[in-house]
C-alpha cells in the first residue's frame, strides 16, 4: 500500500519509523510547518519533518489543509492509506480521499478520552489503567469506527511524560497490526460503544489555569495533577512570590492541623505543602528564573524569608 503520514511531535516519529521498518511505501509526510522557537527565535522544524528528511522523504508543510495546492499536491500522491499520528484535525476533504481512508493512532481506549490531551487527563483523573486505540477518522473528532485497542497499565507514581514513551511505542505496534489488517481485507470496523455523556471522560487542552495547584483539593487529587502535568507543561505553585513548578513529588498521607498550601522544610533535605489528610513532598522544582533541579540542590542555595 501506498500511505500519507501525518503527524508533527516524537510521538508520531516512533509509528512512521515503524512503517519505514516494516518495508511500507510511505510517499509523503505532511506536517506542522517550521516555527520559529528558543531565544534567537530560528526556525525550527517538527520531529516528523526532521525523520522524513534523514529518509529522503518528501514533506508537505500545508498552512491551511484546504489550500487548493496543497489538496492537488496531496492527490497527486495517489495514495492508498492515510495514517495520522499527534497532528492536528483533518477536515473531510482530506480524510476522505484515499480509497482506504485515513486511520488515527489515539493515545487512549477509545470512546473514553476522546481529545487533545488523553495521556495528561488520564494520570490527572487518576486512572490506572490506558492505552492506545486505531480508528477510521469520520466527522466528530475520534469518533470513528475502532480497528484495534491495546491497555497499558498505569503505575501509582507514573508522570504524563513515561507513560507517553510507553504508549508511543504500543501505539507504533497497534498501527503495524492495523495497517497489515487493512492491506490483508481483514481490519475489523467497529462504531464505539454509544455511552451517556454523562459517562464520558474527555481530554481537551490543557491550558494555564489547569496546571495551578489547589492546595485545599484532596492530596491524591494535587498528587495525580502534578504526575499528569510533568514534565509538561507542568504543575505550579508559588514559593514567596515567585512561580515554582513541580516536576516530581510524592505524597505523604498523615494528619495534621496546619492551613492548606503552608509550606515544611528543614531547609536542607525537604520541602513539603501541606494538603488535606497529608502532604506534598517536592523532589523536583524549578523556581522562577532558575533552573530545573532536585529539592537537596535547590535548598542549597535558597533562603527563605522570615
Known amino acids: 500500500m501506498r500511505i500519507i503520514f501525518m503527524g508533527t511531535p516524537d510521538f508520531a516519529v516512533t509509528s ?10 510511505v510517499a509523503a509526510v505532511v506536517t506542522a510547518p517550521d516555527k520559529p522557537a528558543g531565544r534567537g527565535l530560528q526556525l525550527q522544524q517538527s520531529a516528523v519533518k526532521a525523520y522524513a528528511v534523514s529518509k529522503n522523504i518528501p514533506v508537505l508543510q500545508p498552512l491551511k489543509l484546504k489550500d487548493p495546492a496543497f489538496l492537488d ?8 492509506l492515510q495514517v495520522v499520528v499527534a497532528f492536528r484535525m483533518l477536515p473531510e476533504v482530506v480524510w476522505s480521499m484515499p480509497p482506504r481512508g485515513t486511520i488515527n493512532v489515539h ?20 486512572e490506572r489503567q490506558s492505552g492506545v486505540t ?9 469518533t470513528g469506527n475502532i480497528m484495534f485497542s491495546e491497555a497499558v497499565d ?10 507517553y514513551e510507553v504508549l508511543r ?26 455511552i451517556p455523556a454523562s459517562a464520558l471522560k474527555h481530554a481537551p487542552k490543557i491550558f494555564k489555569e489547569h496546571c495551578l495547584i489547589n492546595w485545599e483539593a484532596p492530596l491524591d487529587n494535587i498528587y495525580n495533577l502534578i504526575r499528569g502535568l510533568s514534565p509538561y507543561p507542568t504543575a505550579f505553585t508559588h514559593l514567596q512570590d515567585k512561580t515554582l513548578k513541580i516536576f516530581k513529588a ?6 495534621h492541623t496546619h492551613p492548606a498550601g503552608s509550606v515544611h522544610t528543614d531547609q536542607k533535605t525537604f520541602l513539603k505543602f501541606a494538603a488535606p489528610g497529608g502532604y506534598i513532598q517536592v523532589l523536583s522544582l524549578q523556581l522562577e528564573g ?14 527563605f524569608q522570615g
Open 134 to 142: 486505531t480508528f477510521k477518522l469520520q466527522h466528530e473528532i475520534d
Open 107 to 126: 493515545a487512549s481506549l477509545l470512546p473514553q478520552y476522546r481529545g487533545a490531551a488523553p495521556i495528561n487527563w488520564a494520570i490527572i483523573n487518576g
Open 250 to 255: 510524592a505524597k505523604e498521607t498523615a494528619p
Open 169 to 194: 511505542v504500543t501505539g507504533a505496534g497497534l498501527l503495524i497490526k492495523t495497517v497489515k489488517a487493512i492491506a490483508a481485507g481483514e481490519a475489523p470496523e467497529m462504531p464505539q460503544a454509544d
Open 290 to 303: 532558575k533552573k530545573k533541579m532536585e529539592v537537596d540542590e535547590f535548598l542549597r542555595g535558597y533562603r
Open 73 to 80: 499536491t496531496l492527490r497527486s500522491y495517489q495514495a492508498d
Open 154 to 163: 498505569i503505575p501509582e507514581d507514573q508522570t504524563a511524560g513515561e507513560l
Open 16 to 25: 512512521l519509523d515503524a512503517l519505514v521498518k516494516e518495508g511500507y511505501d
